[in-house]
T-cell receptor
Framework: NAGVTQTPKFQVLKTGQSMTLQCAQD?????MYWYRQDPGMGLRLIYY???????DKGEVPNGYNVSRLNKREFSLRLESAAPSQTSVYFC??????????????FGPGTRLTVL | AQSVTQPDIHITVSEGASLELRCNYS??????LFWYVQSPGQGLQLLLK??????LVQGIKGFEAEFKRSQSSFNLRKPSVHWSDAAEYFC???????????FGQGTTLQVKP
């Protein structure tokens, strides 16, 4: 099992450009999550998908869109990148969804720089 | 409001010394608590979790944590730190019935030889 995979690992964008971060999991998990990690702020939830076909906003959704393509894949799109979106982005998945006891499994992250 | 606070941003300990990382939470109902570790350039890995029962929880890599409801704390401990423990550590609480996690700010652990 590869677990949670993310592409790309690194990306540099210019302000105003768009891009999509890809995430896939092979654990047959129901729920998937996108976080951003900034120094001194821990991880903040951008969007999550509790099950295939559903998506919900997290703590910091502005400037992002998501697509739950199927049970395995959950993509994050930046339509018009801004320097404030420079961050490390993590995708995670969990088995059940909507369960407080679920363990989340994280991908290796994408380091994004917006110039 | 639900929140998690890790008071120590950065901690340095000598190899072989004991370690305690602090975590305080604010949550109205019974908290479900997690500790994750992030090695440099890596994703997060679960160290341990507490849901109910025995308030002293054992995890991987020799870590343990103690839940103290009266102090709203869930501190992480290790009796003897190894150089490979140098990493960033995150405390988190499971929020409501959404499966979402609320993370603390993280504590960076440096291990001196």
């Amino acid at each position: 099992n590869a677990g949670v995979t993310q592409t790309p690992k690194f990306q540099v964008l210019k302000t105003g450009q768009s891009m999509t971060l890809q995430c896939a999991q092979d654990m047959n998990h129901n729920s998937m999550y996108w976080y951003r990690q900034d120094p001194g702020m821990g991880l903040r939830l951008i969007y999550y998908s509790a099950s295939e076909g559903t998506t919900d906003k997290g703590e910091v959704p502005n400037g992002y869109n998501v697509s739950r393509l199927n049970k395995r894949e959950f993509s994050l799109r930046l339509e018009s990148a801004a320097p404030s979106q420079t961050s490390v982005y993590f995708c995670a998945s969990s088995e059940h969804g909507r369960v407080r006891t679920d363990t989340q499994y994280f991908g290796p992250g994408t380091r994004l720089t917006v110039l | 409001a639900q929140s998690v606070t890790q008071p120590d941003i950065h901690i340095t300990v000598s190899e072989g010394a004991s370690l305690e990382l602090r975590c305080n939470y604010s949550y109205g109902a019974t908290p479900y608590l997690f500790w994750y570790v992030q090695s440099p350039g890596q994703g997060l890995q679960l160290l341990l979790k507490y849901f109910s029962g025995d308030t002293l929880v054992q995890g991987i890599k020799g870590f343990e944590a103690e839940f103290k409801r009266s102090q709203s704390s869930f501190n992480l401990r290790k009796p003897s730190v190894h150089w490979s423990d140098a990493a960033e550590y995150f405390c988190a609480v499971g929020a409501s019935n959404t499966g979402k996690l609320i993370f603390g700010q993280g504590t960076t652990l440096q291990v001196k030889p």
